[in-house]
């Protein structure tokens, strides 16, 4: 893993790429990365979520800052299906807490999890309430290169898909390709290489289960791996 100080000259020159980027492509752009450098290299566990893309037409903004804002996610961490869902499985993995023990994720208690974990979205301009998948394969084949670097930055313990790795050529990820896939009953793939953590999943706005469903499965697929 790389030193604090070389961490935040890559997600700094990462978050650039993208906006030079979208200048380029004459588009907006929503920058993503890992929240906080110096958070992320002392978590428990180093978790990169990966999904398709931000829910927000014709608008420009940062994750990455938007993460550190307490109006934001006072907001929309409750409100934000994704938002929510995110915070509560990220809050549980990092705290090993049982359903009954996670703040509300509008809290910030909840909400300050964020700081330990890195998000990145497939294509890095905005998109609507439902992704196309065309248009996300056409996203992964122009971004491949930046998706690569980032992922690389990131060196998750922990990397759970959004309904997004059939989007990936699995060697961009350690050890993915050889690593035997599991199933949980609820619907979940997981790959356990050892050293990491690959978990396949619904993307967390899916509306075929509850909270607790959603993301307690995740949370058992990572205790399980933890204490092997």
């Avoid at 978050?15 to 428990?44: C, F």
């Avoid at 927000?56 to 907001?75: A, G, Q």
């Avoid at 890095?124 to 971004?143: F, L, R």
């Amino acid at each position: 893993m790389k030193t604090l100080e070389k961490l935040i000259q890559e997600n700094e020159r990462l978050a650039r790429k993208i906006d030079q980027n979208a200048k380029e492509r004459n588009a907006s752009r929503v920058i993503d990365g890992i929240i906080n450098p110096e958070r992320y290299l002392k978590a428990k566990y180093r978790i990169l979520w990966i999904l398709k893309e931000a829910n927000s037409i014709d608008s420009s903004w940062s994750v990455i800052e938007n993460y550190k804002r307490k109006d934001w996610l006072e907001t929309y961490g409750r409100s934000n299906p994704t938002l929510k869902r995110l915070i509560y499985t990220s809050y549980a993995i990092l705290n090993g807490s049982e359903w009954a023990d996670i703040p509300w994720s509008n809290e910030a208690k909840g909400y300050d999890c964020l700081q330990d974990i890195a998000f990145i979205n497939i294509k890095k301009e905005p998109g609507d309430s439902s992704a196309n998948g065309t248009e996300i394969q056409e996203a992964y084949y122009k971004d491949k290169q930046l998706l690569q670097e980032q992922i690389n930055m990131c060196d998750a313990d922990i990397v759970i898909f959004g309904n997004t790795l059939q989007y990936f050529h699995k060697e961009l990820f350690e050890g993915l390709e050889t690593a035997e896939r599991q199933d949980t009953e609820y619907g979940n793939a997981y790959y356990d290489t050892g050293k990491k953590l690959y978990i396949w999943t619904w993307h967390p706005a899916m509306r075929r289960a509850t909270d607790k469903d959603y993301v307690m499965d995740i949370v058992n697929i990572v205790k399980q791996w933890s204490e092997r």
